[in-house]
């Protein structure tokens, strides 16, 4: 009989190999989802101790542990171990599905949703803000939507900032079950340790592909941006949602990983 972990590994494989237009791959997700609610760390072997590795070589401790199960083309599986105060920043997943699993300790979900417009145009994708501009009637020239104060900090900015929906915090446990993101659902999202330590079981599909520039990951931060036209805008389309809006920058300074080795079964 094949072990709790191993059908996970397989149930993602049949989800995601045959790609999201296979007409089972509604019900093929669902059991992966089921599955995933099942796991505890000692289906991994988890060793809680990770949780308060020894200092490195230079003297400092990795604020976050990775621990590689598995991935090959349509996805992959690890384990982060998040210690006490840590975080993952604000990132995303470029039209990547994702599953978190809390296997030990608690931990703490920001999220944002991709605002999509009725029209079906991704307004959340820079592609869209770029053309984000009005014309003045009377003057003939162009004016950006963002106010005069800004226009220098999105200028130097990686990426100008974009609107996002942003999602009720979301707090879980062992006993909970997993979070979801989809390209446009949570695919931004932030996670921190509650109360102590913690570590999660992470699914990704299709992987990151640091050589592919539409899977890369970039990390953001919120800025506060006044009122203004098409910000008026969206709040119409999106009534009792949170609008914020996020710019694009270098990876936190206080976020890096070290590794451990997997301990638990053997994956097919």
């Known amino acids: ?72 083309q349509y996805y992959s599986m690890g384990i982060f171990v998040l210690r006490e105060n840590a975080r993952i920043p604000l990132h995303d997943h470029p039209d990547m599905y994702g599953l978190i699993k809390v296997i030990h300790g608690n931990i703490s979900v920001k999220s944002f949703d991709h605002v999509i417009h009725p029209s079906g ?11 984000a501009t009005t014309k003045n009637s009377t003057s003939g020239k162009s004016n950006s939507v963002f106010d005069v104060p800004f226009k220098k900090f999105c200028s130097d900015s990686m990426k100008g900032p974009r609107p996002f929906l942003e999602v009720p915090h ?17 695919n931004i999202h932030e996670v921190r340790p509650s109360g102590g330590p913690a570590a999660f ?19 953001y931060e919120k800025v506060n941006l006044k009122a203004c036209s098409s910000t008026s805008a969206f709040l119409e389309k999106y009534p009792n949602k949170k609008l ?22 053997e994956l097919p």
């Open 121 to 131: 145009d991704d307004l959340s994708s820079s592609s869209s803000m770029s053309t």
């Open 170 to 186: 979301r707090e879980a446990s062992v006993n909970d079950d997993c979070c979801i993101l989809t390209p446009n659902k949570g």
């Open 1 to 72: 009989m094949a072990a709790l972990i191993q059908e996970v590994s397989l149930a993602a494989r049949r989800t995601f190999a045959n790609g999201l237009k296979d007409p089972a791959f509604q019900e093929n997700f669902n059991e992966l989802v089921k599955l995933m609610n099942r796991v505890r760390g000692r289906d991994v072997n988890f060793n809680p101790s990770l949780t308060q590795r020894n200092l490195g070589q230079a003297g400092e401790r990795a604020p976050v542990t990775y621990i590689h199960l598995f991935e090959d």
């Open 244 to 265: 914020q809006w996020l710019v694009q920058v270098q990876q936190p300074s206080d976020f890096w990983c070290d590794e451990a080795k997997y301990e638990g079964p």
């Open 201 to 219: 079981l992470d699914i990704l599909a299709p992987p990151y592909d640091m050589e592919t520039a539409d899977r890369r990951c970039f990390y």
